[in-house]
């Protein structure tokens, strides 16, 4: 098990260096990162000049490697529009991006969860249409819409939460919500079809010849196998939701990291850019180093595979 | 539910079987989409937005760019103030909403479909080449592959679009190499399952040779799951464009395209919603009929998911 664990984590290192590269290069695919950076209206001298403070004009080899030495100590350049460091910049919007995340997570879980497995154990009921049919909707509804709907519903006609900032508690609600639906759709979907699948299998039927009393069956022996699946989902999506929020953001003008990742782009500072890039993708892949660490201990079968 | 009077027992299992004509085929896969309504709803759907984006210059009442400011913000026909003569009301330079709708059916279905097809086609190479070599390719192929699934997805396509700039190729290009990886990891999921398969064995074992096999045996295999997968990304590039066009990093906004006209109803989402609320709507009609058309597809398309459905 030890090595598998080790495995997994030289495998994440792996995967950050290939990360460094892509937003290395990516920057530089159009061939002038000077030109890219600098406004339209900056004159070929200024360009000139902001190449060689840059050091654009290196070799690109030593640039890579100059790059790499500054991420392994957090150092990500400055930021050129407020001419401060950037992972600062990043770091200073953290908890609005998982404070917004983690409410969409929790409301997508305590409504995708119970409808999935109680549509699980009655299909064909009511509330059996009803998650396949959210399941449905959060698939079909791009959450940028949502968002311009919730806002002109509930902010502007009703008055009952406010249409941006994130100043008071009813503030997180709306962007939550907005950010939330498509996962408690794909949550209540996923509940549904396990519980279905799990609940005709023979250890369920033994427990029921056994005499056991339904609620035990249902904690013990469904919810436990229904729950394993449910937890990479869970960690894929909030990943998703800390790289994906930045309509959601953008719209409420939630001060977070996809608020500032659009307002970089507008200012074209890339080196902002590269920095938001790095940190969300080191995010992701930590939080799928976990997920894979939580699968084996959660899951004996997994546990005594891979000994 | 909707398969329980098809007596299975004198259906060929594939579609592809060699005893049936095309005439066959499609006689065959129309009688099934009859029998699963949803399926018929999808169909239905996507065949209409891709008559509003072949058609749009004969179907579309307005010129999608003519303005008419003194009936600016006239709102739809249903809302006060609406009349017929612009079904969808007009936004906020008197241009015809419904016009606009429908020509930028034009952009979701370019960006959609060739995005698709650059995205397959680089995937199927991929994809087969790891599956085929197997060993050290194949693990360093996927290891790649992997690593990028692996990205907060969104942000790396944001990222690309604002490097490269506001085009309707650069777009394209964009959806069709980003995508490619998962396109890459289900042929090579699909190759590796088809080659230790019984048939392609005997086949082996019979002295078939290897293009024989390819041609026969894996790539008849290898569409189905493909063409449900396509349907599927497709549906999703629709809906990651319109994104991009609401950042104001897809096509240049002087394209009537339903992202770019979400972007500009946001600023009058007090006083004029419908701007904003009819480009929506586009979208999620189209995406919601390009799923049920997709899942129809998985059921159909897969023989072993066709008789366990229930």
Redesign the interface.
């Given at each position: 098990m030890q090595r598998y664990f080790l495995s997994r984590i030289l495998?994440s290192i792996?995967?950050l260096f290939?990360?460094l590269f892509?937003?290395f290069f990516?920057?530089r695919?159009?061939g002038d990162p000077a030109a890219?950076m600098m406004p339209r209206t900056a004159s070929p001298e200024q360009i000139e000049a902001f190449r060689e403070a840059m050091g654009f004009n290196r070799p690109l080899i030593v640039q890579f490697v100059d790059f790499v030495r500054g991420v392994m100590v957090g150092d990500f350049g400055n930021s050129l529009h407020f001419k401060t460091p950037a992972l600062p910049l990043v770091l200073e919007r953290l908890p609005a991006t998982l404070q917004l995340a983690t409410a969409a997570m929790l409301m997508a879980m305590l409504v995708g969860i119970p409808l999935g497995l109680i549509g699980g154990l009655n299909p064909g009921s009511i509330m059996d249409s009803l998650a396949r049919g959210l399941a449905?909707l959060g698939?079909?509804?791009?959450n940028?819409?949502l968002a311009?709907?919730l806002?002109?519903f509930f902010a502007?006609k009703l008055g009952w939460f406010p249409s941006f900032g994130r100043d008071e508690w009813k503030s997180v609600v709306l962007p939550a919500f907005a950010l939330g639906l498509s996962t408690m759709g794909q949550l209540a979907r996923l509940t549904r079809s396990s519980t279905l699948e799990i609940r005709s299998e023979d250890f369920v039927r033994t427990a029921y010849s056994k005499g056991l009393h339904p609620r035990t069956i249902y904690a013990k022996h469904i919810f436990r196998n229904v729950a394993i699946p449910l937890v990479s989902v869970i960690a894929v999506q909030f990943?998703?939701m800390?790289?994906?929020s930045?309509?959601i953001e953008?719209?409420f003008s939630w001060p977070g990291i996809g608020q500032l990742?659009?307002q970089a782009?507008g200012w074209r500072d890339?080196p902002l850019?590269q920095a938001?890039?790095v940190f969300?993708?080191l995010a992701?892949?930590a939080l799928?180093l976990l997920t894979d660490v939580a699968y084996v201990l959660i899951d004996p079968r997994i546990r005594y595979g891979i000994r | 539910m909707a398969f329980d009077n098809l007596n299975f027992s004198h259906e060929p299992d594939s579609l592809l079987d060699k005893e049936r004509t095309w005439g066959d085929r499609v006689r065959y896969l129309a009688r099934l989409l009859w029998r699963d309504r949803s399926g018929v709803i999808g169909v239905v759907i996507f065949l209409s937005v891709v008559a509003a984006a072949l058609f749009a210059p004969w179907i579309a009442p307005y010129d999608p760019l003519a303005q008419d400011l003194r009936n600016s913000k006239q709102p739809p026909v249903w809302q006060e103030g609406g009349a017929w003569d612009h079904p969808l009301g007009t936004d906020n330079l008197g241009r015809d909403i419904l016009s606009r709708i429908i020509y930028g059916a034009r952009v979701s279905i370019t960006v959609g479909f060739f995005g698709v097809i650059i995205a397959a086609s680089l995937g199927m190479i991929i994809g087969s080449i790891a599956g085929y070599l197997g060993g050290r390719v194949d693990s360093v192929v996927m290891g790649f592959i992997n690593l990028l699934l692996s990205l907060p997805y969104l942000l790396f396509v944001v990222f690309i679009a604002a490097v490269l700039g506001r085009s309707l190729l650069n777009v394209i290009l964009i959806f069709g190499v980003t995508d490619s990886p998962i396109f890459a990891r289900v042929t090579r999921g699909e190759v590796l399952r088809i080659r230790r398969s019984g048939y392609v064995e005997s086949a082996i074992c019979a002295g078939a040779r290897w293009p024989y096999i390819i041609v026969d045996h894996i790539l008849p295999n290898l569409i189905g799951p493909l063409i449900t997968l396509a349907t599927f990304e497709m549906s999703a590039m629709i809906f990651y464009e319109a994104g991009l066009g609401f950042l104001g990093l897809s096509v240049p906004p002087s394209i009537p395209s339903w992202g770019n006209m979400l972007a500009a109803g946001r600023k009058y989402l007090t006083s004029a919603t419908w701007i904003a609320t009819m480009p929506g709507l586009a979208i999620m009609y189209t995406s919601l009929g390009m799923n049920l058309l997709g899942d129809w597809l998985r059921d159909v398309l897969d023989p072993r998911l066709r008789r366990s459905r229930r």
């Open positions: 495998q792996l995967l290939g990360v892509l937003v990516m920057v695919i159009t890219l449905l698939q079909s509804v791009p940028f819409w311009l709907i806002i002109s502007v990943g998703y800390l790289g994906g930045i309509y953008f719209i990742l659009q782009i890339f850019v938001i890039a969300t993708s992701v892949l799928n | -």
